[in-house]
């Protein structure tokens, strides 16, 4: 699995993650930081020319830097909803597809520590690359589970004890009316179609999220940003 940027890369030496590093011609303070810190774990540290690197990331982003990193520890729903103590925050995620909304969201669940994710193997986008530069990192400590069917890990959720709520913009109720508290997974759609119609129906509950202007919806990890700090803000009354 290859990641690129400086946040991706640093965070990944810090979760032990890093196999090797190739680094171009940059020189700063956050690459030392990055190289005395594979230095301390052991992790080869190869030099290449930028073009190399523009080559191997397909002109992402790269910021000089990229790593190979180890697959990500699968985790199920079971040991997603076993937490308690704080009730799970889950983000379900139906067809999703945008590497960088699925950075943007993880970005955000662990700005708020969110539980974990929930995403469809099928259609599911790489959390390499792009996503991981636009996690800043988050992907390395966001437990992710990869799931065959979304309405079926709907079903298995609530059977958990775990309230679903889903975003869709024909709700009744907006997303500030709903106690949040409670053991919780945000499903979201893809921008476009939002939540497909099985996805919706077996949901317990639907939320709007406001729109006052001339938009009629918000990009997808904008609306995941602002209904799990909401989550965060009930739950923060609590403590």
């Known amino acids: 699995m290859l990641i690129y940027g400086?946040?991706?890369?640093?965070?990944a030496l810090r979760a032990r993650r890093v196999r090797a590093i190739r680094l171009a011609d940059r020189f700063?303070?956050?690459t030392a930081d990055i190289v005395?810190?594979?230095d301390a774990q052991g992790v080869p540290v190869r030099r290449v020319t930028?073009?190399?690197?523009?080559?191997?990331?397909?002109h992402g982003v790269h910021q000089g830097v990229?790593?190979?990193?180890?697959?990500?520890?699968?985790?199920?729903l079971d040991e997603l909803t076993a937490r308690?103590?704080?009730?799970p925050l889950i983000v379900v995620l139906d067809e999703v597809e945008d590497?960088?909304?699925?950075?943007?969201?993880?970005?955000?669940?662990?700005?708020?520590?969110a539980t974990g994710l929930v995403r469809q193997t099928r259609r599911a986008a790489p959390l390499e690359g792009a996503a991981a530069k636009a996690s800043a990192g988050a992907?390395?400590?966001?437990?992710i589970a990869d799931v065959v069917n979304i309405a079926r890990a709907v079903e298995e959720l609530k059977a958990a004890g775990v309230w679903t709520i889903g975003l869709d913009a024909g709700a009744e109720l907006t997303y500030d009316r709903w106690d949040l508290t409670l053991p919780t997974a945000l499903v979201l759609g893809a921008e476009g179609h939002g939540l497909r119609r099985l996805v919706r129906e077996r949901c317990d509950g639907l939320a709007r999220i406001p729109m006052r202007g001339h938009v009629g919806s918000l990009n997808v990890s904008a609306a995941a940003a602002i209904v799990l700090y909401e989550a965060d803000r009930q739950r923060s009354r609590g403590r």
């Not at 992907?139 to 437990?143: A, G, K, N, R, Y």
Request: glycine share 4%; no cysteine; net charge negative.
């Open 99 to 113: 590497p960088q909304n699925v950075g943007a969201i993880l970005r955000t669940m662990d700005a708020v520590g």
């Open 50 to 58: 930028r073009e190399a690197l523009d080559r191997e990331t397909r």
């Open 66 to 76: 990229a790593a190979d990193v180890e697959a990500l520890a699968p985790v199920t």
């Open 28 to 30: 700063d303070q956050r």
């Open 36 to 38: 005395q810190l594979a």
């Open 6 to 11: 400086l946040n991706p890369v640093l965070e």
């Open 139 to 143: 992907v390395h400590h966001v437990p």
């Open 84 to 87: 308690r103590d704080p009730p």
